[in-house]
């Protein structure tokens, strides 16, 4: 599509099954870099990567050529066989089923990449659940818990 102009920016946050912390410290910049490369490799854009053990967060410059759903499928299908081939967990390493997506502006970027880059800091104050449960807030977006935040 050569005619076609797009500025999409899209914040994706998704969680571990169960949000057990099963994401290593150790092993985060292997594990962003290989998220990485499976963006490029969809031919977006990754501006931001961060996250905790039981979460992670990717800021992505979206082409509108491109399934945002097909896109966290591939990322998290991925990673999880990337994850569990290296025997990084006693158990077996899933992520939980869905994920948020949040839109940005341009003129928001560099609050939204500070807020990803910042995640150690933002949590010690706040959980996952109450970090995402007010993204949902935020974003006016009605959700029941039980799926939300799934116990199993």
Do not use: C
């Not at 899209?10 to 099963?22: D, S, Y």
């Not at 081939?85 to 970027?109: D, I, M, R, T, V």
């Amino acid at each position: 599509m050569a005619d076609t102009y797009s500025q999409i920016y899209i914040h994706v946050v998704f969680a571990v099954k169960r949000r057990a912390n099963m994401l290593p410290p150790e092993k985060k910049d292997e594990i962003y870099k290989y998220i990485t490369g499976i963006v490029t490799n969809e031919g977006q854009k990754l501006i931001a990567i961060n996250g905790m053990p039981d979460h992670i967060h990717i800021l992505i410059g979206l082409k509108p050529t491109k399934s945002l759903s097909d896109l966290v499928r591939d990322i998290k299908a991925n990673t999880s066989r990337f994850i569990n081939e290296k025997k990084w967990q006693l158990h077996k390493f899933e992520w939980q089923n869905g994920f948020g997506a949040f839109s940005y502006g341009h003129s928001q970027l560099t609050r939204i990449i500070r807020y990803i880059e910042n995640q150690e800091h933002h949590h010690r104050k706040s959980s996952f659940k109450e970090e995402y449960s007010q993204f949902l807030h935020n974003y006016n977006i009605s959700f029941d818990p039980k799926y939300a935040f799934p116990e199993n």
